[in-house]
Nanobody
């Protein structure tokens, strides 16, 4: 069993930055693929970024490429999402997830994730 707890969300002005954290606990969590997704009411959960267990591979949605950076600290079993140059369209609830399979294109789809956190709200508004 894996537990995930996100933090770091809040209200920020357009052009600002936020750093989300996801504290993970459970067996073998440092050996799993992890990712960030976001969700707004009435829409499907949207892929944001994913990272392999050893940080050697990452992938980003086109909408956040060049602005967001995913990283992880396996010693502390924590996942991060550094978000810069935030836009109003980045407003959403952000969720971290664990995919127990090997990093692949499957890791870019929410239905392939096995565990989720409770989410943290990010609001970008002036």
């Amino acid at each position: 069993q894996v537990q995930l707890v996100e933090s770091g969300g809040g209200l920020v002005q357009p052009g600002g930055s936020l750093r989300l954290s996801c504290a993970a606990s459970g067996r073998n969590v440092s050996s799993y693929t992890m990712g960030w997704f976001r969700h707004n009411l009435g829409k499907e959960r949207e892929f944001v970024a994913a990272i392999s267990w050893d940080s050697s591979q990452t992938n980003y949605a086109k909408s956040v490429t060049g602005r967001f950076t995913i990283s992880r600290d396996n010693a502390k079993t924590t996942l991060f999402l550094q978000m810069n140059s935030l836009k109003p369209e980045d407003t959403a609830a952000y969720y971290c997830g664990v995919d127990r399979s090997i990093y692949s294109r499957r890791s870019f789809r929410a239905e392939n994730y096995d565990y989720w956190g409770q989410g943290t709200q990010v609001t970008v508004s002036s």
